[in-house]
């Protein structure tokens, strides 16, 4: 059976119950128990000291559509817009810039790392794991109904923004990113 399909399944049984606090209960203390386990946290990435100082940059960078590029010998960083990157072309209709104009840095580096922003699944899990750890309330409720229905990016946005938890998200969320660019200069680093 395909997800999509147990899913809906799981929503019946749960219509069929939705006025019965005590069953209620019991599928909840089930989901705790033998399907989430907010104990498993992912361990901290750590890094050399001296990539700390670039990774709040990137993930600044990252977050706002560029393509990262971080020199490995000198921590220094280059950028150009994602959208150059699948069609230049059109980003050159649209903005007047080609590639060669940029004058990118990093075409001259020895050796560099390239960090892209994340794709639109793991930014979707980002805001999910916003969702769930706010724990039970109307918040919560609002942006997880968002988040599985039409238009989940500008929706869980619209809502955020118009919520008194705003920065809470982007404090949240640049945490994630910056964790997500450990995790890569991590990887980058390890290989070399």
């Known amino acids: 059976m395909k997800a999509a399909d147990l899913l809906k399944e799981i929503r019946l049984i749960i219509h069929d119950v939705k006025e019965d606090e005590k069953e209620l209960q019991k599928i909840l203390d089930f989901l705790q128990e033998e399907v989430a386990n907010p104990e498993e946290v992912e361990p901290e990435v750590q890094l050399p000291e001296k990539y700390n100082a670039v990774v709040k940059e990137i993930a600044g960078s990252i977050d706002a559509g560029f393509v990262c590029f971080l020199n490995t010998d000198t921590l220094e960083t280059d950028e150009f817009p994602r959208d150059l990157l699948s069609d230049s072309y059109l980003y050159k209709m649209n903005t007047g810039i080609s590639l ?17 922003p994340p794709e639109a699944s793991e930014s979707f899990l980002i805001m999910e794991r916003y969702a769930d750890q706010l724990g039970n309330s109307r918040l919560r409720t609002q942006l997880v109904y968002a988040l599985y229905h039409p238009k989940p990016f500008i929706n869980f946005k619209r809502i955020i923004d118009n919520s008194v938890s705003r920065q809470d998200w982007l404090d ?7 964790d997500y660019v450990k995790t890569i200069i991590e990887i980058e680093i390890g290989n070399r």
């Open 172 to 178: 949240f969320k640049d945490k994630q990113l910056q």
């Open 100 to 116: 060669d104009e940029l004058n990118l840095k990093y075409t001259q580096w020895e050796r560099y790392i390239a960090i892209e």
